[in-house]
């Protein structure tokens, strides 16, 4: 804990550098009352660490839940000295450049506390991506490089691939949001890459040039990605508009949505026209008086398989619904759904277990011989309620918990 002799009152917020460029609105907007007031500590003495009791704390209590959860690694929070400064102003150093070096001297002690336990000590830096906008706006920025002309597209080539958030769930349902959010690079015979979900005001993808090894900046602009290699692996990617907040991770190829979403979508159509064709086929042979030619164990085997088709594309429908929900508004998420995902978990359910009955309606159509064209339909309405329920289950989609 760091100690400083402190000084309370209201602190004028630092526009940030677009509001600047347009004072009318930022003039229109503090009369209206939308420019916040704070009452937040600002430093009048010299900064010195008074205490490291509560930092020991949270590092015994991480200690006890990684015991006890066996993790490959884990982490610590702690506080930037940048976003410290950011939110505290100075009004003791003689220069912004010695708040920052006494704050991160004062730090440097919790810093070591949580290494020294064999943690990871995660920086806590959002003045990574808004100092430049708030603080330092005053600051002339240094000119960037230009964008080599002669780039390595070996390099463009190790990073190409699909990359998943530092910031996501792995043990609850909104893993899905990490699936549906993970993004592509694409590598340029140029040796620039192209990032489809970083686009420019056009709403079309920005186009990545190569301005020195592993990093890329953006044609049109000053943005910038940068990639941490180890050895010929990509350890992590940053970008300037997610810098501060997380990075990005390489998907494993087993977590991919290159290859899960085409299965998920392949295996709901063939359940919902299933669904849509029993009773329609039901009915035309009723017309013509020719009934399955199955024996009554087959039958009864048929009609299951169909029910656990119906039950998966019921199942799969209603998650659409919940994730379309907190898509739009995460307020969804408040308690009011808690009977859908109770529904939900027990539909899930059903159609696991039933997957069962479909993997041996497949097997009874292969042995019985039924044609080509029905062994096909139905071996593969199998396959597609094994996929659902594996689905269900890596994306914790079946829980018998309402914690998430």
Not at 169 to 175: L, M, Q, S
Not at 268 to 292: H, K, S, Y
Request: with cysteine.
């Amino acid at each position: 804990m760091l100690a400083h002799e402190l000084d309370l009152g209201d602190t004028p917020r630092e526009p940030g550098r677009d509001l600047v460029e347009f004072p009318r609105i930022l003039k229109r907007l503090a009369e209206s009352g939308a420019t916040a007031k704070y009452q937040r500590p600002r430093c009048v003495g010299e900064i010195r660490v008074r205490s490291l009791q509560p930092a020991q704390t949270d590092v015994q209590n991480m200690k006890a839940a990684t015991s006890a959860a066996s993790p490959s690694e884990a982490f610590l929070n702690a506080a930037s000295p940048g976003v410290i400064a950011l939110f505290q102003p100075n009004d003791h150093y003689k220069s912004q450049d010695d708040y920052l070096q006494a704050v991160a001297e004062g730090m440097r002690a919790e810093y070591e506390l949580i290494t020294a336990s064999g943690l990871l000590v995660q920086i806590d830096a959002p003045d990574l991506a808004m100092g430049r906008h708030t603080m330092y706006r005053y600051f002339p920025a240094a000119p960037l490089p230009e964008p080599q002309q002669s780039s390595t597209p070996e390099h463009a080539q190790k990073i190409a691939g699909r990359y998943a958030s530092s910031r996501r769930a792995e043990t609850t349902f909104f893993r899905l949001f990490t699936l549906l959010g993970q993004m592509d690079i694409t590598p340029k015979a140029d040796g620039g890459v192209t990032v489809p979900a970083l686009t420019g005001l056009n709403g079309k993808p920005k186009e990545w040039r190569q301005t020195a090894p592993f990093v890329w900046r953006d044609s049109g602009g000053p943005e910038q990605i940068a990639v941490l290699m180890n050895g010929d692996r990509v350890r992590m990617l940053g970008a300037d508009e997610i810098g501060g907040i997380m990075v990005m991770l390489p998907v494993a190829w087993y977590q991919s949505g290159a290859w899960i979403l085409p299965t998920i979508n392949i295996a709901a159509a063939i359940l919902v026209l299933t669904v849509v064709a029993w009773p329609m086929a039901a009915w035309r042979r009723r017309r013509r008086g020719a009934p399955l030619a199955l024996s009554p164990r087959e039958l009864s085997w048929y009609r299951i398989a169909r029910v656990v088709a119906l039950i998966d594309v019921v199942f799969l429908a209603g998650w659409m619904g919940v994730v379309s929900a907190g898509d739009a508004d995460l307020a969804a998420y408040d308690g009011h759904l808690d009977v859908w995902f109770y529904v939900l978990h027990a539909l899930g359910l059903l159609g696991a277990v039933g997957a069962i009955a479909a993997i041996w309606n497949g097997w009874l159509a292969l042995a019985g011989k039924r044609g080509w064209q029905a062994t096909t339909w139905n071996v593969g309405l199998a396959v597609s309620c094994v996929a659902v329920s594996w689905f269900a289950f890596a994306f914790h989609l079946i829980r018998f918990t309402l914690k998430y």
